[in-house]
């Protein structure tokens, strides 16, 4: 005799349906767990009574980790709106002590980022939150956006165009591009002329985290009818500073990258000798956060930071 499918328990604990969201977000009981706090045991305990007051399996093992229902894939949405308008009314109560915080601040950002704002982020962060953790992501803005939907990150930094009404946005800062060199590099003798031809002139070396061979510098370009020689494509800054010393390669970053390749590794910069505008950084966060007294200091903090390096 069928019996029919189960049915779902009236009262759910609170402290279920956090685990639920975090798996949803996480695919991963170890990472949700860790996220959490709780042992991988804990996690799997909590899943398993989820399971059985929802009558459904919710998450499933696939060949890249766990993978929602379509059951699951409904609810998770609503359920993170409900969980962090939960978060916004238990702590209306109060101001936001960063001093007792212990949790993780997650955020994406581009590798050209990270070089000049994790370090002073992490110092301020330590300093008057010491019980924090930050948890930094390499994307570029599409993944950066991918992450946020997927509530793997909290905020995105970076320079991201069209942004989902259910994002909201502030600027931190409008960048140059600028030119990075090895300081004897013919393009700097007394006579040579740093034109838009002479850095065309020399290779280069093109960064792009998503793997392809061009950077946002060849869009610019392309809009003049220029192109330049990618000789070396890499998806992150790691070996950059040593390719650009030991050769006669250029690269083109922004001016926050360009800065700290000429401060933390003797290489030269120049402006790029073209007028291709100015590069807007935006944070980017869910409207969900708004009221999160924890995510408001933190975009605090990296406003300060951002200020610091633009002066």
């Not at 050209?112 to 939150?129: E, F, G, Y």
Request: glycine share 6%.
């Amino acid at each position: 005799m069928n019996e029919g499918p189960a049915v779902p328990h009236p009262d759910i604990d609170l402290n279920l349906l956090r685990v639920l969201d975090r798996l949803l977000a996480e695919r991963s009981v170890t990472r949700a767990g860790e996220i959490l706090g709780r042992s991988q045991p804990a996690v799997s305990n909590a899943l398993a009574r989820l399971r059985a007051a929802l009558g459904d399996e919710l998450l499933v093992r696939g060949p890249d980790g766990l993978v929602p229902t379509p059951r699951a894939d409904a609810i998770r949405e609503p359920l993170r709106e409900a969980m962090a308008l939960v978060a916004a009314i238990l702590s209306d109560g109060g101001a936001f002590d960063p001093a007792r915080f212990t949790g993780v601040f997650r955020i994406s950002t581009p590798d050209r980022q990270s070089l000049a704002v994790v370090p002073p982020l992490l110092d301020r962060i330590r300093r008057l939150a010491p019980g924090a953790a930050l948890h930094v992501i390499t994307a570029d803005r599409h993944h950066a956006l991918d992450l946020l939907d997927d509530g793997k990150t909290d905020l995105a930094i970076g320079w991201i165009d069209g942004e989902p009404r259910h994002l909201h946005h502030a600027l931190l800062i409008d960048e140059t591009l600028h030119c990075v060199l090895r300081r004897g590099h013919p393009l700097l003798k007394r006579k040579a002329r740093f034109d838009i031809a002479g850095v065309l002139s020399f290779p280069h070396v093109v960064v792009s985290a998503t793997g392809a061979r061009t950077a946002i510098f060849d869009d610019l370009l392309a809009a003049q009818g220029l192109a330049r020689q990618a000789l070396v494509t890499v998806s992150n800054f790691t070996v950059v500073p040593q390719l650009l010393a030991q050769s006669d390669m250029i690269g083109v970053f922004t001016q926050i990258a360009a800065g700290i390749f000429e401060t933390s590794f003797g290489l030269a910069t120049r402006p790029v000798p073209l007028d291709v505008g100015t590069l807007p950084t935006r944070m980017v966060w869910p409207a969900r956060h708004d009221r999160d007294k924890a995510q408001a200091w933190l975009r605090e903090q990296i406003r300060t930071v951002y200020r610091d390096l633009a002066r």
